[in-house]
């Protein structure tokens, strides 16, 4: 998938679909598990040319953008194990009832968000 695309499930009346893709984006650019790494982002929002008048997504905390970003990390694993679901059952490999990780639950790490991440984004995970 390609991030300049937009998301199937990202609905939001605050904010656009550039200023969601420019977060998902930098917040992967930055490192996901990166400890101040929204304290990056926020810098990052302040000093781009593409936020110039956007004085809503500029006055914005460091914290404010950490719960939209995790918004959308969710927003996005659901859509990625929506995508595994149906190619799963194309393929016929995944029981019903289960998660498309293989276990009963949908809590993935922060690693496994970020090769999520990765994916949608076109790129090859680090090893």
């Known amino acids: 998938s390609n991030p300049v695309l937009p998301l199937e499930a990202v609905v939001s009346t605050q904010s656009t679909g550039e200023e969601d ?68 059952r194309k393929k016929g490999g995944i029981a019903a009832g289960k998660k498309p990780n293989g276990s009963g639950t949908s809590t993935p790490t922060f690693k496994r968000k970020a090769e999520m991440m990765m994916k949608m984004l076109g790129k090859k995970p680090k090893k």
């Open 21 to 88: 893709r420019f977060l998902i984006c930098k917040l992967f650019h930055l490192g996901i598990d990166k400890e101040n790494v929204y304290d990056e982002l926020r810098t990052e929002v302040r000093n781009s040319s593409f936020f110039r008048f956007d004085w809503f997504l500029k006055s914005r905390t460091s914290i404010e953008l950490q719960r939209r970003c995790n918004t959308l990390v969710t927003l996005i694993e659901r859509e990625m194990a929506e995508i595994e679901e149906r190619e799963g």
